[in-house]
């Protein structure tokens, strides 16, 4: 094999679509969170930069990438991640020089771009582990259900409350639809941002985010909406994003009023088994924070596995996602956002989002 052409002061880059089939080859799933629409999505949405970071073999051929993006805010600062609005989003790489070509390459870019941070949400990543000027933070688990035994075999995995729910709803009449029309996003927004902000206390996606995800990915199948329904109303949605052989839970929301139907775990069965139909081995549940023990109980429930979600921070660890739930800061930023006017929370989270990545 050639070796892997070692890290220079200047990153080595190469345009979004230059590596385009080096991501769907090795990506799994984490191709879509470092594929070049992801990062154009980001780029035509909220202004960041993206800094696609390569490393190539003596013959020039790409041995390894690391998706960046230059986010500059007065509310926070600059900063680099890897990747905003990702739970993972993995250093691909053919071995351990390429690895550790783009490590060097993203702290040299962090170091010239005068940068408060640098942020990389690649899971376990030994080579990073290893250094001593790389901060690591293991405040989430992701949560992983395995779909290639098919629905039966999940089923019989579920905790009995988990299945006496799914019941439930389905005697409640509650039913479960594919979306098919762009104003189908603009219904489920309505619950999510209802769900941010008086559940979550935390700024809502825009609207104008989950139509640009649906005009990119939709088409394709790699973004599914599901909406719960009762009585001709939207009363739950969840938005799956799908990518190798893993469907993964991204966005989810609910009206408060309709708990009481179960529509969530009808809308989580249907995903199970729509991505054991579709030929996915993995649903994954999405990033739990460790000290969220209600939310890990509840993904349990569900028969999922979890597994350490590393981030690693150069020259410290600093920004929201290193920010403990339990912490005071976090509860007072949440507490003053849940007493938020509906309106006005959607205003301010169009404003705002952007800063948050």
């Known amino acids: ?201 935390m700024p809502a996606q825009p609207a104008r985010f989950f139509l640009a995800l649906w005009d990119t990915y939709a088409a394709s199948g790699a973004m599914r909406l599901l909406l719960a329904e009762h009585e001709g109303a939207v009363v739950a949605g969840m938005v799956l994003l799908g990518a190798g052989d893993t469907l993964r839970y991204a966005y989810g929301a609910s009206d408060p009023a309709a708990l009481a139907l179960a529509p969530n775990n009808l809308l989580m069965w249907d995903a199970i088994q729509r991505g054991c139909a579709l030929g996915y081995r993995t649903l994954d549940l999405g990033r739990t924070a460790r000290d969220n023990e209600g939310l890990m109980q509840f993904k349990r429930g569900w028969g999922a596995a979890a597994e350490p979600l590393t981030y690693y921070y150069f020259p410290q660890r600093e920004g929201l996602a290193s920010t403990a739930e339990h912490s005071w800061k976090y509860r007072l930023a949440t507490g003053c956002w849940q007493r938020l006017p509906l309106p006005v929370a959607d205003v301010l989270s169009d404003r705002l989002y952007k800063h948050l990545g």
């Open 1 to 201: 094999m050639l070796a892997t052409t070692a890290a220079t002061a200047a990153p080595t880059t190469t345009p979004l679509a230059g590596w385009q089939a080096y991501v769907q080859d090795r990506g799994g799933d984490g191709a879509l969170a470092c594929a070049p629409a992801w990062l154009e999505l980001l780029q035509r949405l909220y202004g960041y930069r993206a800094v696609p970071l390569t490393a190539t073999n003596a013959a020039g051929e790409i041995t390894g990438v690391l998706p960046l993006c230059l986010l500059s805010s007065p509310v926070i600062g600059r900063r680099l991640v890897a990747v905003p609005f990702a739970d993972r989003a993995p250093l691909l790489a053919d071995d351990e020089v390429a690895t550790q070509s783009l490590i060097e390459q993203a702290i040299a870019l962090a170091r010239r771009e005068r940068v408060r941070y640098l942020e990389l949400r690649t899971g376990e990543t030994p080579l990073l582990a290893g250094r001593d000027d790389v901060v690591a933070s293991d405040l989430y688990v992701r949560w992983l259900i395995p779909l290639a035994g098919g629905p039966d075999a999940v089923w019989k995995a579920l905790h009995k409350p988990v299945q006496r729910q799914i019941k439930k709803a389905q005697k409640t009449s509650v039913t479960v639809r594919l979306a098919e029309r762009r104003e189908d996003v603009l219904a489920y927004h309505r619950l999510h941002l209802l769900t941010r902000t008086r559940k979550h206390g």
